[in-house]
Nanobody
Framework: QVQLVESGGGLVQAGGSLRLSCAAS????????MGWFRQAQGKEREFVAA????????AYTESVKGRFTISRDKAKNTVYLQMNSLKPEDTAVYYC???????????????WGQGTQVTVSS
């Protein structure tokens, strides 16, 4: 069992930066792939980024490549999403999730946090 708690969301102007954190509890955290997803109002939840259990493999959706960076600190049981050059279209609730394999499909992830709001003003 893994419990996830996101933090770090907020209001930022376009071009600004935020770092999201996802703190995990559970001794098996280090064995899970971790993903970040987002859901804008009225839209479906979409994949943003993911990182393998080792940290050696990462994946990003095209729209955030070069702007967002996912990382994990196993000693702190935490995964991060550094978001730079934010755009108004990045506005959404951001969720972290844990799963067995690195995929972009939300349904394949077993554990989810409660989400944190990111709002980017123009």
């Amino acid at each position: 069992q893994v419990q996830l708690v996101e933090s770090g969301g907020g209001l930022v102007q376009a071009g600004g930066s935020l770092r999201l954190s996802c703190a995990a509890s559970g001794r098996t955290f280090s064995t899970y792939t971790m993903g970040w997803f987002r859901q804008a109002q009225g839209k479906e939840r979409e994949f943003v980024a993911a990182i393998s259990w080792s940290g050696g493999i990462t994946a990003y959706t095209e729209s955030v490549k070069g702007r967002f960076t996912i990382s994990r600190d196993k000693a702190k049981n935490t995964v991060y999403l550094q978001m730079n050059s934010l755009k108004p279209e990045d506005t959404a609730v951001y969720y972290c999730a844990a799963g067995d394999i690195l995929v972009t499909t939300p349904a394949k992830y077993d554990y989810w946090g409660q989400g944190t709001q990111v709002t980017v003003s123009s």
